[in-house]
């Protein structure tokens, strides 16, 4: 397995941006599915958006849909979740992970978990 790393979140006001990126630590994703998660305090982790690295289908959750971005970089060794016009409920630790098999929306269908990465938005 190939660990994963988050980077990129931080603390931004409603309505503003910022880019996430999970890299494969030195080696490339092939063409696996990788997913974005969150998951916010005292609540359950949330399935976001999910790409086939290979060929660039995508899928995203209701509440991100027409905000969130999710997409590889050509060398296949990074996906990016570029999220625009944040609110306050987007505030959450968010994870990304390799697809091995199910459902696309359930964590439970995916490992190689990274550590996270916090995003806070203010109000």
């Known amino acids: 397995q190939v660990p994963l790393v988050e980077s990129g979140g931080g603390l931004v006001q409603a309505g503003g941006s910022l880019r996430l990126s999970c890299a494969a630590s030195g080696r490339t994703f092939s063409n696996s599915a990788v997913g974005w998660f969150r998951q916010a305090r005292g609540k359950e982790r949330e399935f976001v958006a999910m790409?086939?690295?290979?060929?660039?289908?995508?899928a995203y959750a209701d509440s991100v849909r027409g905000r969130f971005i999710i997409a590889g970089d050509n060398a296949k060794t990074t996906v990016y979740l570029q999220m625009n016009s944040l609110k306050p409920e987007d505030t959450a630790v968010y994870y990304c992970a390799t697809r091995r098999q199910g459902p696309y929306y359930s964590g439970s269908s995916y490992d190689n978990w990274g550590p996270g990465t916090q995003v806070t938005v203010s109000s």
């Open positions: 790409i086939y690295v290979g060929s660039g289908g995508t």
